[in-house]
């Protein structure tokens, strides 16, 4: 599922500069976080920021729409000061992810943005890449046969 393949790719980048000061989370289009990273305890509920981030992302992708022609992929969202904020990707993939960066007290909050792009980036290529084609995530059985299922559910239909 997605969700592993997120945990995977945060397992294997080098993502000392972001959790430093801040944190990172992965949210579907309703608010649940899938997955959350930091490395202090900053006192931040990730729930209430993925719910947050994904109802930012709601109200950012109705503005896209009035500029018409550019895809969401194309915008970012943030909400900032000068040293700390909250900066919202949409993760282009068929999964409708949003990636949020959360942070207080960079120097050049820029830098760490720019990062943060090519973060999201690496991350859809790793997505792309490593999702296994018509994978059976959604089964409840991963190999049984159709006598298998007539001998299970045959006294319920028939």
């Known amino acids: 599922m997605i969700e592993g393949l997120l945990r995977d790719f945060f397992n294997t980048e080098n993502l000392e500069s972001f959790f430093d000061k801040g944190a990172i989370i992965v949210s579907?289009?309703?608010?649940i976080p899938l997955v959350s990273y930091e490395v202090h305890e900053k006192g931040w509920t990730d729930s209430t920021l993925s719910a947050l981030a994904a109802a930012s992302w709601q109200a950012a992708e109705n503005i896209i729409k009035v500029f018409g022609a550019l895809d969401s992929s194309d915008y970012r969202f943030s909400f900032d000061t000068s040293s700390s904020g909250f900066y919202i990707l949409k993760v282009d993939t068929e999964d409708d992810l949003v990636i949020s960066?959360?942070?207080?007290?960079?120097?050049n909050p820029g830098k760490i943005k720019s990062q943060f792009r090519r973060l999201k980036s690496a991350l859809e290529d790793y997505i792309l890449e490593n999702r296994v084609e018509g994978q059976k995530e959604d089964f409840l059985f991963d190999d049984i046969s159709d006598d298998e299922m007539d001998q299970l559910f045959g006294s319920v239909v028939g």
Not at 28 to 31: L, Q, S, V
């Open 28 to 31: 579907r289009p309703d608010g």
């Open 101 to 107: 960066y959360i942070y207080s007290g960079h120097d």
